[in-house]
């Protein structure tokens, strides 16, 4: 009697969106043989994680199982599927494949932590396959908003998984595979046990649109331009790229590529192939000697990132270049939710300079990478899982995509992070809770969210710092008195005198009350200090700062 | 000759979306007598104000030339136009008048004050007027998201000027006075010097939709709920708040009001007749006894507010009431722009509740409350104004106003907060720059925006604080060692050793090198140990902190 089992467990992605991590098994309960799809980030934001430089997923589970697994595989090269390869790599010190694009990709990220490039092993489109324990796993093409995303076939004794990765049902996509119904039919005809499919767009009612339509509009726009021409969008996104640099080529302009992921990204698909025919740039150093009329900028930032291309052009100059009244800004892009705020931000600058912003508001320069709602239907009629189990999204994306999936008349199981789900039996069911959370990267070092530190960073944020120190002699008397130092905190409050002021008198009337009980016990001297400050501010201020006590004890 | 000249001055809300304030002045230059149109706030966010409960509009330049302001003008209730009335009626002392409605408002927020209901005076509608100086003021009905909300017509010597308010073009608006294209024409016909105009909404292309019809697709919603239904939309939109009760009612359900402010709207417009016939409601207190599929909540904390109703149900319980799977969730209001986080946040505590939420995404319902781009057009057509000057905008929406009303064959000013604006002559021109800002209300204390209070907070939460505290003895030599404390840092890094010992111990080497020089001036001793500190942290974990060193000198 086979007590094997095969598994799906995400530690990423699963509730939301970013940082995706997915485990499969197959073996005897607890012994099963491991293979990771995806090592992805997530990025901070000033309300939860101010300060933190990357997210990524806790690792704990696999790195105390490290021996049970045989392979990480990379869907493809977006920074939430490939980000969090390097920072792991010591700890899970597993073979990598991908294919040639992501592997690429996947080689950069380790090279900055000085791994080999050998970690990485180049894999061909299916029916190449790859042996890793039990499993045998094949990348099957499918289009996506980056070169060479692909679904992952993962056979097993247990039967056949297709893992879809990001993608969308694009027969046009300009760069790399189309969508091929076919195909994906030929592979799904002996039955799939379970299709883990991305969410990102199920509540988009149409269906997806082809990159193939943005090329038209784009150039109609550039074509109209009197001046300068800058555009932005992720530079991953290679195909839309392509479009943008085509579209000014044919208006007689200079094609220059800024920032750094933009030409990194150009490169890494012309490198291994998967662009052909690109136009031909100019370096940002000649770009200045180009009348505008005849130049096109394409740059990083379409998110609003403060340290990108477009923020910096938006605030004055980059590489030389300024903007000119009447210059033209296309953002061929959609702000993620949470970005708002940074793109409105550049967006007014641009005003300010008086250049015209052009964005996706009308839905004329720019599609989505992710298959909307009838796509996914479209997708489920094509393979006929026996159970499909929606990933990369949201609680809110998993749900409707269950729904969705049961009002087909299939099976749909909502598996959030950490819900270890066994697929043998006839149901799948849930087999085990496995702890998972987030790690951040904080400079240099890994701290876990939960560990108080980003906590006490949001609390001086919210409520300023104030750090006391006081002198105890050696008869536990306070030498002198003791002095505050503000951080964060308003000057002067209601007595209209230095809060400092208030405060240190308040503390050396408190010292002059406390009894020997207090003044020997550094606990109890902190805590009735905090008390003081606390009630103080809150009096003066109207608010309750963190305080620091610092008591020196001369001995 | 006379020398008088008519001004135009905003101080706030021309060049973001918050915050209100504008001034019209008339008379010799520098001696004008003034009109202050809305007091407002905004509001504040972590990225930018954290900590800060209120940002006020600064009123420096008001302050300083008190002797010479009339009155104040409240075209509406909403907070960005009434908000501060409060905190700078101190300031300004200066009469304040709006309609009934907002009178109620007004008064509420002044009471908090101490300040005397008999500071605001309630004004009928148009052809009533008040004389306020040089200056006649009239309250000229328009529809907006809100009872009441109106434009101001503003008579001087110097001829007659529309400030538009908040507005849509709504026939139908359910609550308050629809649009009177007559009655604006009627207003208009001998000349209007200029419309200082709403441009919220001049990127959307489409006329804007009437209030009316929501309440059709509401009440098919509800009608077929199985379930409890809870419905969120702003508190002060009262219509709207009338159209979800009369959808319950009309489905056979209990209505019960949740949240403070929603509850006072309420009765606001109760009392002062501007609401009339709303559906019976029931307090929170007897909800529970209700059965649940006869029971609707309206609640507060559409914008996804940690604090109100929505945000407490999403996490478990609000007045005893808790959500339950197969219940439906109304999102009837539009998320503004910043606040996505904290909605989706809201929507995904919903969904992991098996909680169906239904949003605006399909544009069913919900309408805006402001005029759409085409309806600007139709205003500028009845109103035929010399000149437009756009408002109630971000940059780019000011800019995209004026470029519309050009390409109609009319003046269009751009003026951003501080620009004074001379109306007198043929050509408005700019008069004068004056210096705006925030001031931010942080606890019970007012402070500047650039004070560089918020920004040290800002920047522990990016960057953590270490405090540093040595004693220096009699002959300047240190007491014992330095001694530090981490406030949100990592606890060790690169040496794996706690990161305290490792900076305790660079700074004792610091101190043991330093020569007398450095240890009797504290300037260069701080900087010294503040270099140390931050090198050592740049070392051990990538980061370099605030830090605030405190020398001790026993004398």
């Not at 997210?55 to 969090?84: C, M, Q, Y």
């Not at 015209?356 to 997708?379: I, K, M």
């Not at 039996?425 to 987030?438: D, H, I, L, S």
């Amino acid at each position: 009697m086979s007590s094997d089992r095969l598994i799906y467990l995400p530690l990423g992605g699963a509730g939301e969106i970013g940082m995706n991590c997915y485990v499969y098994g197959h073996g005897k309960p607890r012994q099963e043989r491991l293979i990771v799809v995806d090592l992805g980030v997530t990025f901070p934001d000033m309300d939860g994680s101010p300060g933190v430089d990357l997210i990524l997923p806790d690792i704990s589970w696999l790195k105390e199982n490290r021996a049970r697994i045989d392979a990480v595989f990379i869907t493809h090269a977006h920074e939430d599927h490939v980000g969090a390869v390097g920072h792991t790599y010591e700890d899970l010190g597993v073979p990598i494949y991908a294919r040639a694009f992501t592997a690429n990709i996947a080689r950069q990220k380790l090279s900055e932590f000085g791994v080999d490039a050998k970690a990485v092993t180049t894999v061909s489109k299916w029916p190449e396959t790859v042996r890793a324990g039990p499993f045998t796993v094949g990348f099957l093409p499918i289009s996506h908003s980056i070169p060479e995303s692909s679904a992952l076939v993962i056979d097993s004794p247990g039967g056949r998984i297709i893992h879809s990765g990001d993608f969308k049902l694009d027969k046009t996509p300009l760069v790399g595979e189309p969508w091929d119904p076919e195909l994906w039919a030929e592979v799904s005809k002996d039955g799939i046990k379970a299709l883990i499919c991305d969410s990102t767009n199920v509540f988009s009612p149409n269906p997806g649109r082809s990159e193939a339509e943005v090329g038209p509009m784009v150039e109609e726009l550039v074509a109209n331009a009197p001046h300068m021409v800058v555009a932005t969008t992720f530079a991953s996104n290679v195909a839309r790229v392509k479009t943008l640099a085509e579209a000014g080529e044919r208006a007689g302009r200079s094609i220059c590529l800024m920032g750094r992921a933009m030409r990194r990204m150009i490169e890494a698909s012309i490198e291994t192939g998967v662009l052909k025919g690109f136009p031909k740039v100019i370096g940002p150093e000649d770009a200045s000697s180009i009348p505008r009329e005849n130049l096109m900028l394409l740059v990083t930032g379409s998110q609003g990132e403060r340290r990108a291309a477009s923020a910096q052009l938006a605030r004055g100059k980059y590489h030389g270049m300024t903007l000119k009244e009447g210059d033209l800004f296309l953002f061929s892009s959609k702000t993620i939710p949470g970005n708002e705020r940074g793109v409105i931000r550049i967006m007014n600058q641009l005003s300010e300079q008086g250049v015209d912003v052009v964005d996706d508001s009308n839905g004329l320069y720019h599609v989505s990478g992710h298959a909307n709602r009838p796509d996914l239907e479209t997708l489920q009629d094509v393979v006929r899982p026996q159970v499909v189990i929606p990933m990369h999204g949201e609680h809110r994306h998993l749900r409707e995509h269950v729904k969705m999936t049961q009002s087909k008349g299939r099976k749909g199981v909502l598996a959030v992070n950490g819900m270890m789900i066994e697929l043998s039996g006839n149901e799948p069911k849930v087999a085990e809770y496995v702890e998972t959370g987030r790690t951040y990267l904080d400079g240099t070092v890994q701290i876990g969210a939960l560990d108080g530190i980003v906590r006490d960073r949001i609390r001086m944020a919210l409520n300023g710092h104030v750090v006391v120190t006081v002198l105890i002699d050696e008869e536990d008397e306070p030498l002198g008195e003791p002095w505050c130092e503000l951080m964060g905190l308003a000057e002067t409050g209601r007595s209209r005198v230095p809060l400092t002021d208030v405060l240190e008198e308040d503390l050396t009337q408190f010292l002059g009350r406390a009894g020997d009980k207090i003044m020997t016990d550094d606990d109890k001297l902190e805590e009735g200090m905090r008390r003081i400050v606390r009630q103080t501010c809150q009096n003066e201020i109207g608010k309750k700062p963190e305080v620091t006590i610092v008591v020196s004890r001369l001995m």
